[in-house]
């Protein structure tokens, strides 16, 4: 019997709130945080889903209530299944094409791990977003710059969890790390 049929309802939703907790640790340590990512079973599926799907409401979001002064848009020409494409799809090649490399290369991540690591690394962009949506009520037109530094810290935060946590992952240097992406 595995461990999934023997956990009773309630200790499912107390693992993943544990899992999605966990997930704001990994993102401010994620030297330890990563580690235990996997060596511990400290993530889920169900959390790393959960956070994917923040990813694609929060673009939505950021589509909707970003004043016009920052973000036109024009709805009736919107498709909304094309814009979660736009998150989901280079999501899911990234995955597979980082497994494929590092199944050649000998990298220690399984599909679902990279799948993880990947999704609570994209933690930093739900809150970017939460806070562009903020600012741009507050600046106007010519603070604009400061919304795109903002947008960039986080999404450079974002990065570095993503290196740092593949790095973990596979057991792989920077460099391996790095190569393994871009290729």
């Not at 993503?162 to 391996?176: D, F, M, N, V, W």
Request: hydrophobic share 55%.
């Amino acid at each position: 019997m595995t461990l999934a049929a023997k956990l009773t309802d309630k200790q499912k939703w107390q693992r993943l709130l544990s899992s999605l907790r966990y997930s704001l640790y990994v993102i401010f340590h994620p030297f330890d945080g990563f580690w235990d990512l996997s060596r511990e079973k400290r993530g889920s599926l169900g959390a790393a889903n959960i956070i994917v799907f923040l990813v694609l409401l929060v673009r939505l979001l950021s589509m909707q209530f970003t004043p016009f002064l920052f973000m036109n848009v024009y709805w009736p020409s919107v498709n909304i299944i094309q814009q979660c494409l736009a998150v989901l799809l280079p999501l899911l090649f990234f995955v597979a094409g980082n497994w494929g490399l590092t199944t050649l290369f000998e990298g220690k991540g399984t599909a679902k791990n990279i799948y993880i690591y990947t999704s609570y690394s994209l933690l930093p962009l739900i809150f970017s977003n939460y806070i562009y949506i903020a600012l741009s009520y507050v600046f106007s037109q010519s603070e604009a710059s400061f919304l795109s530094i903002i947008n960039a810290v986080f999404l450079l935060w974002a990065a570095v969890l993503l290196l740092k946590g593949l790095e973990i992952l596979h057991e792989y240097s920077l460099k391996q790390v790095i190569l393994s992406i871009i290729s």
